[in-house]
């Protein structure tokens, strides 16, 4: 297992301006925000040399996705921008999100700021 460590100063990466990408984008900084107490900044490009989410989609039309840890950062990669925000939702998951009936009384999200991540990439 990898540790994630979110009481570093992460940035979230994002290089498109499709709606359903940026929606990722702010649906990952705000449940970030409400597990760790920090809001995350969304950029174009990283900034520093901060750990990063990296979130890219490719331009077909499956909703498939991969994300990992790659060296100090989280790549969270949608075969499509649906696909990615489908990725972004299964991280979340994989932090002790759950979504078990619409809103906030049906949400379950952690608190903390340290997290164990599988080794292995989740597709």
């Known amino acids: 297992m990898h540790k994630l460590d979110l009481s ?3 940035q979230i ?3 498109s301006d499709n709606p359903t990408a940026l929606l990722a984008a702010r649906e990952l900084q705000t449940f970030l925000e409400r597990i760790c ?3 995350l900044a969304i950029h174009a490009q990283p900034e520093g040399h901060n750990p990063s989410f990296y979130l890219c989609f490719l331009e077909g039309d499956e909703d498939g996705f991969e ?3 790659d060296n100090g950062d989280i790549c ?3 075969f499509s921008p649906r696909g990615l925000l489908y990725g972004v939702y299964s991280f979340l ?3 002790g999100c759950c979504w078990f009936a619409p809103g906030a009384a049906g949400e379950v999200v952690p608190q903390g ?3 164990d991540l599988p080794d292995e990439p989740v597709r």
Do not use: P
């Open 8 to 10: 570093d100063h992460w």
């Open 93 to 95: 998951e994989a932090l």
């Open 76 to 78: 969270i990669t949608g």
């Open 67 to 69: 994300w990992h840890r």
């Open 37 to 39: 107490g920090k809001r």
């Open 113 to 115: 700021s340290c997290f």
């Open 13 to 15: 990466v994002l290089n």
